[in-house]
């Protein structure tokens, strides 16, 4: 029984059901580079790398923003302030996952192996930019973003537009979705002196902000259907999105932040989703 709670708490800890948001979009980038399916090998390299990096960015952060979240009243009842799990559990679990994903790369390639330490470095980074700009929500999409990166070279062993456009369209997105999700915390970063978009330009001008990322990678999404060469299936999953970005944006009823904060986070799994069939119907 204790040791499944610890698992718990772990998967808790890095909150492991928001892998959902890239893992599409990395295995989008997967099947493309293959043309198809590749390896049941180096499927679970990628999986293993994916979630272990994330878990490692994740631990990170729930580390250096301990002394924050126990001060704010939304986070105060995270596992490091509420004492679920102690500083010398989180450091043992950020250091397991990232020497897995150091290992792991390994065996995917030359390439992999030698952008591991710099990919740890970026994904871990984001953390820190909330305290000096107000640009963070974009560090934060291209941590995120990295993941369609990393999965196209695990397959092909080098880089290539297509999963760099990707990269920038989750950039994007993320960050778009993350403008709304700090609407949460205005008052709160404000008085710490934190950045955000909402801090700098107020709650309406970072939604607008917001509005112009989503509609950025839509354009980005756009461009890479032309760019591949990806057919009808695609475009109707586009549309699919893009009808989603509309309603979201500028046709929901509710002007409440919550259940925008509430509406985005089930979009992100859609939209990424979308994505994901979309160039998979277009592969097979």
Known sequence: ????????????????????????????????????LPSFRVFLLIVLCMVTCRNAAM??????????????????????????????????????????????????????????????????????????????HFFLGLAIGISPVGAWI??????????????????????GFDIIYATQDHEFDRSRGLHSMVVRFGVKGALAVSKLSHLAMWAVLLGLGWYGGLGMPYRICLAAVGAMLLYLHLFRRSDSLDSMNQDFFLANIAVSLCVMVGIGACVF
């Open 59 to 136: 631990a990170f952060n729930r580390l250096i923003d301990a002394d924050i979240d126990k001060d704010n009243p939304r986070t105060a009842r995270r596992h490091l302030p509420s004492g679920v799990l102690s500083r010398g559990q989180v450091t043992a679990f950020l250091v397991a996952n990232a020497v897995v994903f150091i290992a792991a790369t390994w065996f995917v390639n030359g390439l992999a192996f030698a952008l591991s330490v710099p990919t740890l470095m970026a994904v871990c980074g984001y953390s820190v930019t909330k305290r000096f700009t107000s640009l963070s």
């Open 154 to 175: 695990a397959v092909r062993g080098g880089f290539a537009w297509e999963p760099i456009l990707l990269c920038l369209a989750l950039l994007l997105w993320i960050g």
């Open 1 to 36: 029984m204790s040791n499944a709670l610890n698992l718990k708490n772990y998967l808790g800890l890095v909150r492991f059901s928001h892998t959902l948001f890239a893992m599409p979009f990395a295995l989008a980038s997967m099947v493309w580079a293959a043309n198809g």
